[in-house]
């Protein structure tokens, strides 16, 4: 059964730290695991791609070369794709490309009142590895989440990984990869795929920054490559929290603590409510429609292993206090004004507002992006976005006049630092000598 929190309960505190913290950080078991996965890519290259794709993947090629899907096979799951499917699959593309076209940063460049020129000038990672989830599911949503925003953003070398589970990969991730534009694609997933990506190996290229959610063993591998790599966040099994009153219909709220139940026994769905007796109504439902599924034994995992339903005595004032420590992926709150709350709550990876706004329309047509921050990491992070795509540099131009006026203090920062090569290198040019900028 799900956990059942009552804030006016004196063990809450201790049972609520327990939900959120710690439980659903990586486990030694993974890190160990993955750090092995990694240091035997990096080691042999192709040959541990292969046997590790082979272990885990069921994927048996005799050859690296074999792991990359060809153009044709690209352009055949287009092709192929039923009319409808495709129709879903522009609408999301075309959506997720205009809300992802305002997030383009726009270069900078003024004057100040000394004459010195300052700006920022953006331009696109070169090359990213995408990585698009496929272990017990298969994503074409996340290709068009991970995809657009790094082509809106003008990346060259776009490279997309997805494990084929079984050998085989769904036609509908190279359909959506196809709509996207994108055309490198491997048949390899998990950590290996991720250290194939960050250290290269004879058949792949290596990239500068991986992006893209996955499941444990990916969201831990992302962040062991980090450093040598960029990334955008940690974006592990999915979680909802639902913070709800009485006058919803509690089959609505069921469900969507379903919809992230589903994607993995790890995924989280946490229900807060100021009516007790519409939290048994939601678990009733819960339990109902849990039966009906095709993954009724992952979401059932899941909610029973991860879920909560904790009631309060105000949800405008409690809910807030405890969505923020619970820094939710997902945050759904279905109220009459949901804004009254929401402007209490900073922690969220996204937030729906609303008794007609499931959570769910945010992972595929929205048009906001659905890889977001987890395990907490809201409270630092955020969803992916261009900006992922992007670095700024910042640009500085200087004349005599200018140099002159602030040599002084550059100087005098340099001798209280110790730098005499600094101190030389501006005064040389104003012919000021370290001497002239010291106190002393
Ligand atoms: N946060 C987000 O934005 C977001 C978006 C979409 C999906 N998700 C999450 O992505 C995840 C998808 O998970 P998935 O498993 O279906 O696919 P996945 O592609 O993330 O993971 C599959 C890979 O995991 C590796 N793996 C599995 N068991 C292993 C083991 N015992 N040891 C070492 N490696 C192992 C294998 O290499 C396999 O290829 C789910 O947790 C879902 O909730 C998150
Ligand atoms: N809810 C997931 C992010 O946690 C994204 C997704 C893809 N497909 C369905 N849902
Ligand atoms: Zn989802």
Redo the contacts with the bound molecule.
Sequence with gaps: MPQRLNIADPDFESRFSALIEGKRDASTN?SD??RG?IADVRERGDAALLE??KK??HLDVDSAEALRIDAAEIKAAWTNTHETTKEALRTAHDRIRSHHERQRPRDDRYTDSLGVELGSRWTPVETVGL???????S?PS?VL?NAVPAKVAGVKRIVMV??A?EGVLNPLVLAAAHLAGIDEIYR??????VAALAYGTKTIEPVVKIVG??????AEAKRQVFGRVGIDMI?????ILVIADGDNEPAWIAADLLS?AE??T??QSILITDDASFASRVETELEYQLQNLSRTAVARASWEDNGAVITVGSLINDAPVLADRIAA?HLEIAMEEPEAVSERISNA?AIFLGRYTPEVIGDYVGGSN?????SRSARFSS??SVLDFVKRTSILKLGPEQLRALAPAAMELARIESLDAHGRSVGIRVNLSGRESDNG
């Design positions: 993974v695991r993955v996965i590790l794709t885990f993947d990585y698009v989830p496929g272990g017990t599911a994503y996340s989440m997805a494990p589970k390899i997933g998990g950590a290996q795929a959610p996955g499941n444990a063993y990916v974006a592990g099994p999915s979680e992230q994607h993995d790890a995924a992926e990876g659905h890889v977001l921050p987890t969803g992916l």
